[in-house]
């Protein structure tokens, strides 16, 4: 097994402070997962490029940003964030009939490209974009809020996205996102999960670094 890393969700962090609650998790974080959402594509209205850009500016932000972009209009708003060859822009595949397109564009910006879906569409959609894709993001929730449970259907998505990965020997990244705990990342990362995407579980705590080694102390 591959090590895992985890990727704090700043959704379920204090928006009034967020340079300070991203610090608290740097030590232990691969990436800090920013949450877009337009009240369109899901039912919640979060940060755009202007927070995100701030935050990518600012010197006491150290960790890549991977950017999840639950939104109608990745085309629209995609190119508008700030970001080098750590960062990571991802978009929904119900958002556009043009991914391959769309890969391009934001590869065009020096980033790192991947793509997600709600729980109701088909995995196999995803099969055939593997090779550009630098990561995969299998939402074990429906998104749009922070704090609900896992989802376990999510497992069969992982497990199937896995050995298509597997068969084809690409190196896409399978990362999860919702309902992440030390009670339920065992069975993702068994089921072929590289990184965790984890707001509650790492932000509800008041030690945030010790929340993330409680996770990794759960892994099988």
């Known amino acids: 097994m591959s090590e895992i890393v985890f990727a704090p969700s700043i959704l379920s962090a204090d928006f009034g402070r967020l340079v300070q609650e991203i610090e608290s998790v740097e030590e232990v974080a691969d990436s800090i997962h920013v949450d877009v959402m337009d009240g369109h594509f899901v039912p919640n209205i979060t940060i755009g490029p202007l927070v995100s850009n701030s935050l990518k500016r600012s010197n006491r932000v150290n960790t890549p940003l991977s950017i999840h972009l639950m939104i109608d209009d990745p085309w629209k708003y995609?190119?508008?964030?700030?970001?080098?060859?750590?960062d990571m822009i991802l978009f929904h595949r119900e958002a556009t009939d043009r991914p391959f397109e769309l890969f391009d564009r934001l590869r065009?910006?020096?980033?790192?490209?991947?793509?997600?879906?709600?729980?109701?569409?088909p995995v196999d959609e995803i099969f055939p974009m593997l090779e550009e894709l630098d990561e995969v993001l299998v939402m074990g929730v429906?998104?749009?809020?922070?704090?609900?449970?896992?989802?376990?259907?999510?497992?069969?998505?992982?497990?199937?996205?896995?050995?298509?990965?597997?068969?084809?020997?690409?190196?896409?990244?399978?990362?999860?996102d919702g309902g992440m705990s030390p009670s339920t990342i065992g069975p993702v990362v068994r089921a072929g999960a590289?990184?965790?995407?984890?707001?509650?579980?790492?932000?509800?705590?008041?030690?945030?670094?010790?929340?993330?080694?409680?996770?990794?102390?759960?892994?099988?």
């Open 194 to 220: 590289d990184k965790i995407v984890a707001g509650s579980a790492i932000f509800g705590k008041e030690d945030r670094v010790q929340a993330v080694r409680d996770m990794e102390d759960a892994l099988p």
């Open 78 to 86: 995609g190119p508008e964030f700030e970001v080098d060859s750590e």
């Open 142 to 176: 429906e998104p749009g809020f922070g704090g609900q449970e896992f989802n376990p259907e999510a497992i069969e998505r992982i497990e199937a996205l896995e050995r298509r990965i597997r068969e084809s020997s690409h190196d896409t990244v399978i990362s999860v």
């Open 108 to 121: 065009g910006l020096g980033c790192k490209v991947g793509i997600s879906q709600k729980p109701a569409s």
